[in-house]
Nanobody, 126 residues
Framework: QVQLVESGGGLVQTGGSLRLSCTTS????????MGWFRQAPGKEREFVAA????????YYRDSVKGRFTISRDAIKTTVSLQMDSLKPEDTAVYYC???????????????????WGQGTQVTVSS
């Protein structure tokens, strides 16, 4: 089972940027497709961004398209989320997630992910 550890959250003003990183346990990185979810207080966890199983395609929720960028480094076995032009509605706990490549389920459903990080808080002040 892959283990995930997020870092990079914090407090930023509207319009600012943050970069989240997710470090994996390494040896199994190639067996997983990675994604990011977030959960705001009182709300359900929602999809933010993810890679396809072959790593060639990226997916984003509509509200972050053009502002967020997901990337991966297979050598460092990390996945990152660059967040620009942040808005107060982006405030949430952000989670890194991994789903087995063998899992044919869709990228948008959190139930299709097999491992989760502990989360990192992102707060955007207005």
């Amino acid at each position: 089972q892959v283990q995930l550890v997020e870092s990079g959250g914090g407090l930023v003003q509207t319009g600012g940027s943050l970069r989240l990183s997710c470090t994996t346990s390494g040896r199994t990185f190639s067996m997983y497709a990675m994604g990011w979810f977030r959960q705001a207080p009182g709300k359900e966890r929602e999809f933010v961004a993810a890679f396809s199983r072959d790593g060639e395609t990226t997916y984003y929720r509509d509200s972050v398209k053009g502002r967020f960028t997901i990337s991966r480094d297979a050598i460092k076995t990390t996945v990152s989320l660059q967040m620009d032009s942040l808005k107060p509605e982006d405030t949430a706990v952000y989670y890194c997630a991994a789903r087995r490549i063998a899992n044919s389920g869709g990228v948008y459903n959190s139930g299709n992910y097999d491992a989760w990080g502990q989360g990192t808080q992102v707060t955007v002040s207005s």
